[in-house]
């Protein structure tokens, strides 16, 4: 019997590790999650494929730990001999990085040089290959210098978030040409889903409708409009993730629709869904500024469709429904097939009042 191939992410509890790890689990891996200890149960995104470990066939394995604890990386893949790591763990708030600056340096960069020394000491000591995938992001492009952003254009991190995560990029190349090291960058504009965080825009503006639309929430509070973004579906970018790491040849890619669109338009096509008008409900509240702003993303994946055959299979219009029926469906609102089914809001108001009572 061929031994399953074993993968460890860090982050495994996010939006990417968990579509990761149904990847993974497809493809027959036996994969392992670092999770971090938490007063409340922190596996939402991953309980639906979670089994008991003392189950026969159990393929799902967690692992308490931190990127900030360099220890319990180092014991973690002793224990778990992994031939592919995914480094997706990280405070990955831009907002919330101006915040907590050190916090976020420490996990996003000192992190991954955490990891990346813990796997040179054990290839070395073992003389078994591991391959590396760091998860890179467009905000290291940062201030615009030329779009559209592609593996050259130079880095211009305009937070806490993305210098730290520019300081794991070039730790990363620089293990790969020191080391002999099978370490990827992949370069990642914005990609969501319903399982995005709720205080990213997107998920915060989807869960608004679906909350207006039930009757729970009036107002929605944001902060910068201007800003554009080259919104992705988190599905489609965890599988470029993979595809890195299964080449013959290490490298980093961006990975991007090659198209970019404002928040307005995500307002419009959300709120729209729902027959409503967003200017009736979104106030702005300065709080959710920051102190430098990225205006405009918008990459370019000619690489990734090239060398890895990668290509995004749903369009703007798609995620922003994706995402829109997520949130009414967590809330017991059906809205019809994948046309704008909703005319009365009072109507539905009605109805769910009567479903629930
Ligand atoms: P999420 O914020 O959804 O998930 C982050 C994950 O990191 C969670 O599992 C979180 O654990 C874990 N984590 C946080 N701090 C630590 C720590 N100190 N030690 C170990 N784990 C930690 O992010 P996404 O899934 O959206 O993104 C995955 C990665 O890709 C991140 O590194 C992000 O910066 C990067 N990225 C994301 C993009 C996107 O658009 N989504 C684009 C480009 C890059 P917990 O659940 O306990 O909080
Ligand atoms: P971003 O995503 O900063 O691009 O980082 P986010 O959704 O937080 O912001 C996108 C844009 O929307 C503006 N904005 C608001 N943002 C939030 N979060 N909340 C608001 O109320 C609000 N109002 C306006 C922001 O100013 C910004 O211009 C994401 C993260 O996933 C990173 O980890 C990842 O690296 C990058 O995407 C690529």
Redesign the pocket.
């Known amino acids: 019997m061929t031994q399953r191939k074993r993968a460890l992410l860090t982050g495994i509890t996010g939006q990417d590790g968990s579509y990761l790890s149904e990847l993974l689990l497809e493809q027959g891996y036996e994969v392992h999650g670092i999770i971090r200890r938490t007063s409340t149960f922190n596996t939402d995104r991953i309980d639906h494929i979670y089994e008991d470990p003392h189950a026969e066939g159990a393929q799902l394995f967690l692992h308490y730990g931190d990127l900030t604890d360099g220890t319990t990386l180092r014991r973690i893949l002793e224990d778990v001999k992994p031939v592919e790591i995914y480094n997706l763990g990280?405070q990955?708030?831009?907002?919330v990085s101006f915040d907590s600056p050190e916090y976020t340096a420490d996990s996003v960069g000192m992190g991954t040089l955490r990891l990346l020394e813990a796997i040179r000491d054990y290839q070395q000591r073992t003389g078994i290959e591991v391959r590396f995938y760091q998860a890179g992001?467009?905000?290291m492009f940062g201030k615009v210098q030329q779009v559209p952003q592609v593996e050259t254009t130079p880095f211009y991190p305009r937070s806490p978030?993305a210098c730290a995560?520019v300081y794991a990029h070039w730790q990363t190349v620089n293990y790969r040409e020191s080391y002999d090291l099978f370490a990827c960058n992949g370069i990642?504009?914005?990609h969501e889903s319903p399982r995005r965080g709720e205080?990213?825009?997107?998920r915060?503006i989807t869960r608004a409708v679906a909350r207006i639309v039930a009757g729970k929430q009036k107002k929605l509070?944001?902060?910068?409009?201007d800003?554009k973004?080259d919104w992705g579906y988190a599905k489609d970018y965890v599988r470029a993730m993979w595809l890195m790491l299964q080449q013959d040849q290490p490298d980093d890619y961006v990975v991007a629709t090659g198209e970019t669109h404002e928040?307005k338009e995500f307002l419009d096509l959300s709120f729209g869904y729902v027959n409503l008008d967003w200017q009736d409900y979104v106030e702005f509240d300065e709080r959710?500024?920051?102190p430098a702003?990225?205006d405009l993303l918008i990459g370019d994946p000619t690489k990734a469709k090239q060398k890895l055959g990668w290509e995004p299979s749903v369009t703007f219009e798609q995620l922003v429904r994706l995402m829109v029926e997520g949130d009414l469906g967590a809330l017991g609102i059906h809205s019809g097939n994948h046309k704008p089914a909703i005319q009365d809001l009072a109507t539905i108001r009605e109805n769910l009042a009567s479903s629930v009572s």
Do not use: D, M, P, Q
């Not at 990955?92 to 907002?95: M, N, P, T, W």
């Not at 509070?221 to 409009?225: A, K, W």
């Open positions: 990280a990955s708030h831009v907002r992001s467009s905000e978030y995560k990642l504009f914005n205080t990213f825009v997107t915060k509070f944001l902060g910068n409009l800003s973004r928040i959710y500024l920051r702003e990225v």
